[in-house]
């Protein structure tokens, strides 16, 4: 019966997991990102800032993520082209609680740097809606 139980809760953990990365919630989350990412190309800050995750926002002030945009992404210019490189599902990222996390990275060009790599992390919030949490350009 203990054999069971475990074996039925595996599946069930298992389930939640599938569930959890499937390629709906990528969708979901890379959508997320995609109108995130347009704020940033707008240099909408302020509002980037607003509509992030609770991960991001625990993390930097409003004024201090506001700095960071100013200093190192707007001198790269208007947004020539995007491409997404790869979709990850995790449950775990450095410095970052436990949760649910797509690692999103682009092929991205601007008017003053032809290449480069966005990172854009969407997570699970808890009121069940995908919000960014991080975001790196290199």
């Given at each position: 019966m203990k054999r069971l139980m475990f074996c039925l809760l595996?599946?069930?953990?298992l389930a939640l997991w599938?569930?959890?990365?499937?390629p709906?919630?990528?969708k979901i989350a890379e959508g997320a990102a995609s109108n995130w990412l347009k704020l940033v190309d707008s240099a909408n800050y302020a509002q980037s800032w607003d509509d992030a995750g609770a991960v991001l926002k625990a993390n930097v002030a409003k004024d201090q993520w506001q700095e960071v945009l100013v200093r190192n992404r707007?001198?790269?210019g208007?947004?020539?082209?995007r491409k997404l490189r790869s979709a990850e599902y995790t449950t775990q990222l450095p410095g970052a609680?436990?949760?649910q996390y797509v690692v999103l990275q682009y092929e991205s060009g601007f008017e003053h740097k032809n290449s480069?790599?966005?990172?854009?992390t969407p997570t699970l919030d808890k009121d069940g809606q995908w919000r960014v949490c991080l975001y790196v350009v290199r």
């Open positions: 595996g599946l069930g953990f599938m569930c959890a990365c499937s709906d919630n990528k707007a001198p790269l208007a947004l020539i082209s609680p436990d949760g480069a790599i966005e990172t854009v």
